[in-house]
T-cell receptor, first 116, second 114 residues
Framework: KAGVTQTPRYLIKTRGQQVTLSCSPISGHRSVSWYQQTPGQGLQFLFEYFSETQRNKGNFPGRFSGRQFSNSRSEMNVSTLELGDSALYLCASRRGLAGNSYNEQFFGPGTRLTVL | KNQVEQSPQSLIILEGKNCTLQ??????????LRWYKQDTGRGPVSLTI?????NTKSNGRYTATLDADTKQSSLHITASQLSDSASYIC?????????????FGTGTRLQVTL
């Protein structure tokens, strides 16, 4: 069974630009979550999508947005990039939204975004 | 506010030695606790998961313990190997159903040297 895939793996942008990251969940998983990871802050939750609807949202500005398609694939968009947006962006998928032990979250390899 | 604190922040040990990483949490209502291993530049991979009623769970050389009364967990690594060099992240799940929330610790960075 293929794992969570993310594209691209690496990305370099300049301030003010926008970027779109893509995530394909494990087959059968309907929930996709996005995280930002920086050395100082650790993993910070961005948002979670389930059945094409945003179900949970972290404390990030409106420049960060996402969507989910009918095949559960998800995209994350960051507009007007700032230097502080440089980070590893991780996508994770799980079967459903339930927080029980049977609903494990699997992470993708991440997209390394560098903003110059 | 739900919080997960991990200690130490970083650790250097010699290959073959044992080590223990700590995780303290204030998360309510507690559902389960996971330990993840994250290699540099890669996504986290689950090592163990424990629910309220479990106090020990092993995965090879990794053994996690949970004390639900004191809200503490530890991850013990036995006979460390160079490949154990990674960040270890404690994640606590609160609530059940669609209202569940995950709280992440900032991780412990482990370096195993010769």
């Amino acid at each position: 069974k293929a794992g969570v895939t993310q594209t691209p793996r690496y990305l370099i942008k300049t301030r003010g630009q926008q970027v779109t990251l893509s995530c394909s969940p494990i087959s059968g998983h309907r929930s996709v979550s996005w995280y930002q990871q920086t050395p100082g802050q650790g993993l910070q939750f961005l948002f979670e999508y389930f059945s094409e609807t945003q179900r949970n949202k972290g404390n990030f500005p409106g420049r960060f947005s996402g969507r989910q398609f009918s095949n559960s694939r998800s995209e994350m968009n960051v507009s007007t990039l700032e230097l502080g947006d440089s980070a590893l962006y991780l996508c994770a998928s799980r079967r459903g939204l339930a927080g029980n032990s049977y609903n494990e979250q699997f992470f993708g390899p991440g997209t390394r975004l560098t903003v110059l | 506010k739900n919080q997960v604190e991990q200690s130490p922040q970083s650790l250097i040990i010699l290959e073959g030695k044992n080590c223990t990483l700590q995780c303290n949490y204030t998360v309510s209502p507690f559902s389960n606790l996971r330990w993840y291993k994250q290699d540099t530049g890669r996504g986290p991979v689950s090592l163990t998961i424990m629910t309220f009623s479990e106090n020990t769970k092993s995965n090879g050389r990794y053994t996690a313990t949970l004390d639900a009364d004191t809200k503490q967990s530890s991850l013990h690594i036995t006979a460390s190997q160079l490949s154990d060099s990674a960040s270890y992240i404690c994640v606590v799940s609160a609530g059940t159903g669609t209202a569940s929330k995950l709280t992440f610790g900032t991780g412990t960075r482990l370096q195993v040297t010769l």
